[in-house]
């Protein structure tokens, strides 16, 4: 079983940073899966944010995010950052992690199996 722990969410206002941790834990080794962010505002679809191959060789990233946040993973700790930078309003989200060993598209929603409870970013105009 894949435990996904999210953290770093919170309330700041637009232009400012957050740095996002998705953290796995148990007998959980994040080295064996494609790792990904995505979020949902209220009343929206779930969106994908950014994700990152097993070997952390190929980053994708939403289009309304490139440029302005950035995925990571650290295997050795077992885990993976997203940082947010220049945050605005429409960010607002509640932020989720999704992790799966075996998907062709790391950017579809369905194809990821594992996913954390979320954390919630407010960005303040």
């Known amino acids: 079983q894949v435990q996904l722990v999210e953290s770093g969410g919170g309330l700041v206002q637009a232009g400012d940073s957050l740095k996002l941790s998705c953290a796995a834990s148990?007998?959980?080794?994040?080295?064996?899966?494609?790792m990904a962010w995505f979020r949902q505002a209220p009343g929206k679809e779930r969106e994908f944010v950014a994700a990152?191959?097993?070997?952390?060789?190929?980053?994708y990233y939403g289009d309304s995010v490139k440029g302005r946040f950035t995925i990571s993973r650290d295997n050795a700790k077992n885990t993976v950052y997203l940082q947010m930078n220049s945050l605005k309003p429409e960010d607002t989200a509640v932020y989720y992690c999704?992790?799966?060993?075996?998907?062709?598209?790391?950017?579809?929603?369905?194809?990821?199996?594992?996913w954390g409870q979320g954390t919630q970013v407010t960005v303040s105009s």
């Open positions: 990152v191959s097993r070997s952390g060789m190929t980053t």
């Open positions: 999704a992790a799966d060993g075996h998907i062709s598209d790391l950017r579809t929603d369905h194809e990821y199996d594992y």
């Open positions: 148990g007998r959980t080794f994040i080295s064996r899966y494609h």
